[in-house]
């Protein structure tokens, strides 16, 4: 993807500003920034992209990052390569564009056509940019060392220099690498959601989602922070920090920009919100029950992360509530010693599987998925939405909750006295809940 860095003694940068011979630009040059390469859309590309949008979004984020890349390169080839070319790999390769198509199937299911869709296409690359920072980032504070069966971007960059340094100092260049790699990727997303070309008053409800969205991320990670390092085992508090950091950015808030593009109104912007927060949540506690069970040849990461972390999940949390309440002494035993172990063996997670499983914990976090799901549903069946749009919401919804399309059952029910409308009150945008 990347090209050959050139020579900065020689490269003249595409806006045409001159280039000292340090390869940096002349005292008083213009800046210029860097164009963004234009789509040439049509009723048959629509369709196209209707029919595969993750290779659609996949086709702009190469032209996008190639560019970036490129003008990585010419201001520094070894920031080029080490950082910039790292950026653009992890974005291009990995995931499955999960953010991107929400984006697209709520612009479609609110009317949104030919003049929306390559805005929605860019949002949608920036979100995959935003789960790149988030991504790295979040590696380097769990202190993880794979992540799609690959090593991770912090511990690739230490091993490029592993010759050169120790291993500690390695190992800490490393992780200020991954830092300003995310920063990269953050830089490269709020670029291109600025690019974007809509209406002045579209232009600015997506400005005003995104510049939500990213301080609820920065809030989320960091009550998952504060959990492990607080040992929390609040239920409330392990919902509320789930929905904050990854309910909003990886539902909800691409739905809501989605909307924005296609110009919703008030009623069906709001019905695909709390579809997206009840879904959203359901995401995370999936993403909690498979850290624990399941499979690492399918997850690109070893079992237990979480566990061996010590962060605040609410299968965690349930799982001790519910030995609180039933007097299980061995089971608190082990989750006490075992959550927040970094050395936890393969046979002391086993133990506290075992425990998951005895304690009931893995068959309320099922249930819960279960009714949230099926609250989302009936958010997402209460809106005027164009069939086809609404169709795919409804299967990227349970595809995200990994969970299978069946009728919505009754109300949602409350977990722990805790009702599920108090749970998914967390401030969303413009009062939308």
Same mark, same amino acid.
């Given at each position: 993807?990347?090209?050959?860095?050139?020579?900065?003694?020689?490269?003249?940068?595409?806006?045409?500003?001159?280039?000292?011979?340090?390869?940096?630009?002349?005292?008083?040059?213009?800046?210029?920034?860097?164009?963004?390469?234009?789509?040439?859309?049509?009723?048959?590309?629509?369709?196209?992209?209707?029919?595969?949008?993750?290779?659609?979004?996949?086709?702009?984020?190469?032209?996008?990052?190639?560019?970036?890349?490129?003008?990585?390169?010419?201001?520094?080839?070894?920031?080029?390569?080490?950082?910039?070319?790292?950026?653009?790999?992890?974005?291009?390769?990995?995931?499955?564009?999960?953010?991107?198509?929400?984006?697209?199937?709520?612009?479609? %299911?609110?009317?949104? $056509?030919? #003049?929306?869709? =390559? /805005?929605?296409? +860019?949002? &949608?690359? @920036?979100?995959?940019?935003?789960?790149?920072?988030?991504?790295?980032?979040?590696?380097?504070?769990?202190?993880?060392?794979?992540?799609?069966?690959?090593?991770?971007?912090?511990?690739?960059?230490? %091993?490029?220099?592993? $010759?050169? #340094?120790?291993? =500690? /100092?390695?190992? +800490?260049? &490393?992780? @200020?690498?991954?830092?300003?790699?995310?920063?990269?990727?953050?830089?490269?997303?709020?670029?291109?959601?600025?690019?974007?070309?809509?209406?002045?008053?579209?232009?600015?409800?997506?400005?005003?989602?995104?510049?939500?969205?990213?301080?609820?991320?920065? /809030?989320?990670?960091?009550?998952?922070?504060?959990?492990?390092?607080?040992?929390?085992?609040?239920?409330?508090?392990?919902?509320?920090?789930?929905?904050?950091?990854?309910?909003?950015?990886?539902?909800?808030?691409?739905?809501?920009?989605?909307?924005?593009?296609?110009?919703?109104?008030?009623?069906?912007?709001?019905?695909?919100?709390?579809?997206?927060?009840?879904?959203?949540?359901?995401?995370?506690?999936?993403?909690?029950?498979?850290?624990?069970?399941?499979?690492?040849?399918?997850?690109?990461?070893?079992?237990?992360?979480?566990?061996?972390?010590?962060?605040?999940?609410?299968?965690?949390?349930?799982?001790?509530?519910?030995?609180?309440?039933?007097?299980?002494?061995?089971?608190?035993?082990?989750?006490?010693?075992?959550?927040?172990?970094?050395?936890?063996?393969?046979?002391?997670?086993?133990?506290?599987?075992?425990?998951?499983?005895?304690?009931?914990?893995?068959?309320?976090?099922?249930?819960?998925?279960?009714?949230?799901?099926?609250?989302?549903?009936?958010?997402?069946?209460?809106?005027?939405?164009?069939?086809?749009?609404?169709?795919?919401?409804?299967?990227?919804?349970?595809?995200?909750?990994?969970?299978?399309?069946?009728?919505?059952?009754?109300?949602?029910?409350?977990?722990?006295?805790?009702?599920?409308?108090?749970?998914?009150?967390?401030?969303?945008?413009?009062?939308?809940?």
């Amino acid at each position: 993807m990347a090209k050959k860095a050139p020579d900065p003694h020689t490269v003249r940068p595409a806006g045409g500003s001159p280039l000292l011979g340090d390869g940096l630009p002349a005292p008083g040059a213009p800046a210029q920034a860097p164009p963004a390469p234009r789509l040439r859309l049509d009723g048959a590309a629509l369709e196209e992209v209707d029919g595969d949008v993750s290779a659609a979004v996949g086709r702009l984020l190469d032209d996008l990052l190639s560019d970036r890349v490129e003008r990585a390169a010419a201001l520094d080839p070894v920031f080029g390569h080490d950082l910039a070319e790292r950026v653009a790999a992890f974005t291009l390769e990995g995931g499955k564009r999960m953010r991107s198509q929400f984006v697209w199937w709520a612009l479609r %299911a609110c009317g949104g $056509g030919l #003049v929306e869709a =390559e /805005a929605a296409l +860019r949002v &949608g690359a @920036a979100l995959e940019l935003i789960q790149t920072c988030a991504l790295v980032h979040d590696d380097v504070m769990d202190g993880s060392r794979l992540r799609r069966g690959r090593p991770v971007l912090h511990a690739d960059v230490a %091993a490029q220099y592993a $010759g050169a #340094v120790s291993p =500690e /100092a390695g190992r +800490r260049f &490393g992780e @200020a690498a991954a830092i300003l790699a995310g920063d990269l990727a953050l830089a490269w997303a709020d670029d291109m959601v600025a690019a974007v070309e809509v209406e002045p008053d579209t232009a600015r409800r997506v400005r005003d989602l995104w510049s939500t969205m990213r301080t609820e991320m920065v /809030a989320g990670q960091y009550l998952d922070l504060q959990g492990q390092i607080t040992s929390s085992v609040s239920l409330a508090r392990a919902v509320r920090a789930a929905c904050l950091k990854s309910a909003l950015y990886s539902v909800e808030r691409p739905l809501a920009l989605g909307a924005a593009l296609a110009g919703a109104d008030i009623a069906r912007t709001a019905a695909l919100c709390s579809a997206g927060r009840c879904v959203g949540i359901a995401f995370q506690l999936r993403d909690d029950l498979t850290d624990v069970f399941g499979d690492p040849t399918l997850t690109g990461k070893p079992k237990g992360g979480d566990i061996r972390a010590g962060k605040p999940t609410y299968l965690a949390a349930v799982a001790r509530a519910r030995a609180e309440a039933t007097g299980d002494r061995r089971a608190l035993a082990v989750l006490r010693r075992s959550l927040g172990r970094a050395d936890l063996s393969d046979s002391g997670l086993a133990e506290v599987r075992d425990v998951l499983v005895a304690t009931g914990a893995r068959d309320v976090v099922e249930a819960k998925i279960g009714r949230l799901v099926a609250q989302g549903m009936r958010h997402l069946d209460s809106a005027a939405l164009e069939p086809p749009g609404r169709g795919r919401l409804r299967e990227l919804l349970h595809a995200a909750a990994g969970t299978a399309p069946v009728p919505s059952p009754g109300p949602c029910a409350a977990d722990h006295g805790m009702p599920v409308s108090a749970l998914l009150a967390v401030g969303a945008e413009g009062g939308v809940r």
